[in-house]
């Protein structure tokens, strides 16, 4: 298994073939079962709402998304039978070079996406408006992507996660402010204007899960199959995502996309893309979803129980030089320097997906904290 990166405190803590429709379900790491939405830092420290108010910072029941009229319900085109579109689910995967690390299980109804969320690439390094949270594996996490996607009436945005991408790794809206007014752009809640992004487009959330809320720049650079054929994931209503332009290669003309960051597809009925600009990937689901399917990652408990890791606060203003590496004992170690100081969030794995954490950090002043946290 591989060591999970975490942050403050110590503790134990399919195919690019474009053949066939699938509707993903997905969302942040978790337990194996449930768990709670983002927890990032998606908030400035001054004058803007709580930072993270999103599901991993305040879990929320699974039916806590809003919705807005709009889309239509037309269905999703026929993209053949869902033994077929399974197929085409996982070899999405294979194709992009993830076997190894992302497994699909098929059952009549669903696609099961299992990974451990955690990516092969570089994390968290360029964060400036860091939530103090940081990056471990969620094994097991199981994400159900229907294998015969319908179009709903009407679009749904969810303060979680909203896909899953080729690697395993949850797909979020631009925010980490809990659900989208999708027909407004609020520049308070944009996690990569707010610098709460490494460079990959992703961070950690308050379930101290790694997920991406940006264009999954690293991921895509890894792929065997990169190129506007291939896809990049699935949204959990089943519709495949591609990337900054039409799968044949063509430029996305300006205002084709919908608010959700999509437009028909003749093969998959319906396919969501990357962008330059907000929203980035997809920002609400045009199809049918059951929320209360969705996987969340909850926040770490403390060790023999009681609470948990404490959440961490964007720092004022931001911070500086923040690295992640996983260093030869094995430990993980985030460091950042804020007003002239330095910081750290240090963890170690103690087996049984527990983490031993050391952690300086300004949330608690610069007090040292220890403490043993389990997934």
């Given at each position: 298994?591989?060591?999970?990166?975490?942050g403050?405190?110590?503790?134990?803590?399919?195919?690019?073939?474009?053949?066939?429709?699938?509707?993903a379900?997905?969302?942040?790491?978790?337990?194996?079962?449930?768990?709670?939405?983002?927890?990032?830092?998606d908030?400035?420290?001054?004058?803007?709402?709580?930072?993270?108010?999103?599901?991993?910072?305040?879990?929320?029941?699974?039916?806590?998304?809003?919705?807005?009229?709009?889309?239509?319900?037309?269905?999703?085109?026929?993209?053949?039978?869902?033994?077929?579109?399974?197929?085409?689910?996982?070899?999405?995967?294979?194709?992009?070079?993830?076997?190894?690390?992302?497994?699909?299980?098929?059952?009549?109804?669903?696609?099961?996406?299992?990974?451990?969320?955690?990516?092969?690439?570089?994390?968290?390094?360029?964060?400036?408006?860091?939530?103090?949270?940081?990056?471990?594996?969620?094994?097991?996490?199981?994400?159900?992507?229907p294998?015969?996607p319908?179009?709903?009436?009407?679009?749904?945005?969810?303060?979680a996660?909203?896909?899953?991408?080729?690697?395993?790794?949850?797909?979020?809206?631009?925010?980490?402010?809990?659900?989208?007014?999708?027909?407004t752009?609020?520049?308070?809640?944009?996690?990569?204007?707010?610098?709460?992004?490494?460079?990959?487009?992703?961070?950690?959330?308050?379930?101290?899960?790694y997920?991406?809320?940006?264009?999954?720049?690293?991921?895509?650079?890894?792929?065997?199959?990169?190129?506007?054929?291939?896809?990049?994931?699935w949204?959990?209503?089943?519709?495949?995502?591609?990337?900054?332009?039409?799968?044949?290669?063509?430029a996305i003309?300006?205002?084709?996309?919908d608010?959700c960051?999509?437009?028909?597809?003749?093969?998959?009925?319906?396919?969501?893309?990357?962008?330059?600009t907000?929203?980035?990937?997809?920002?609400?689901?045009?199809?049918?979803?059951?929320?209360?399917?969705?996987?969340?990652?909850?926040?770490?408990?403390?060790?023999?129980?009681?609470?948990?890791?404490?959440?961490?606060?964007?720092?004022?203003?931001?911070?500086?030089?923040?690295?992640?590496?996983?260093?030869?004992?094995?430990?993980?170690?985030?460091?950042?320097?804020?007003?002239?100081?330095?910081?750290?969030?240090?963890?170690?794995?103690?087996?049984?997906?527990?983490?031993?954490?050391?952690?300086?950090?300004?949330?608690?002043?610069?007090?040292?904290?220890?403490g043993?946290?389990?997934?």
């Amino acid at each position: 298994m591989r060591s999970l990166p975490r942050g403050t405190y110590v503790g134990v803590v399919c195919f690019a073939l474009r053949g066939l429709a699938a509707v993903a379900t997905v969302a942040a790491c978790a337990s194996p079962s449930t768990s709670p939405g983002d927890g990032g830092v998606d908030a400035p420290a001054t004058d803007a709402p709580p930072p993270d108010a999103r599901a991993s910072d305040t879990p929320s029941a699974p039916d806590a998304a809003a919705t807005d009229t709009g889309s239509t319900d037309a269905p999703a085109a026929d993209a053949g039978s869902p033994g077929s579109r399974c197929d085409t689910i996982r070899g999405s995967i294979e194709a992009a070079g993830f076997a190894d690390v992302v497994t699909v299980n098929c059952d009549p109804t669903y696609a099961h996406v299992i990974s451990d969320t955690y990516p092969a690439h570089e994390l968290m390094n360029g964060i400036t408006g860091t939530n103090e949270q940081v990056p471990i594996v969620a094994p097991g996490h199981s994400v159900p992507i229907p294998l015969a996607p319908r179009r709903a009436a009407t679009r749904t945005s969810i303060d979680a996660a909203l896909a899953v991408a080729v690697n395993g790794v949850p797909i979020y809206d631009y925010s980490a402010m809990g659900t989208l007014d999708v027909n407004t752009y609020d520049p308070r809640q944009d996690t990569l204007a707010l610098g709460q992004l490494d460079h990959c487009g992703g961070h950690a959330g308050r379930g101290d899960d790694y997920h991406y809320h940006a264009t999954p720049t690293c991921m895509i650079a890894a792929m065997r199959n990169a190129g506007p054929s291939a896809i990049l994931g699935w949204a959990f209503d089943g519709f495949p995502i591609f990337g900054d332009r039409n799968p044949d290669g063509s430029a996305i003309t300006a205002g084709t996309l919908d608010v959700c960051n999509g437009q028909d597809d003749a093969t998959f009925g319906y396919r969501y893309h990357t962008s330059a600009t907000h929203p980035y990937v997809l920002q609400c689901l045009v199809g049918a979803v059951d929320q209360a399917m969705l996987p969340r990652v909850a926040p770490l408990s403390t060790m023999g129980g009681g609470g948990g890791r404490p959440p961490g606060m964007p720092p004022a203003g931001g911070v500086q030089n923040l690295t992640y590496a996983v260093l030869p004992s094995g430990t993980h170690a985030m460091t950042y320097d804020y007003m002239g100081h330095s910081y750290y969030i240090r963890y170690t794995p103690l087996g049984g997906n527990c983490y031993h954490f050391e952690t300086r950090t300004v949330t608690d002043h610069g007090a040292v904290q220890t403490g043993n946290y389990c997934r």
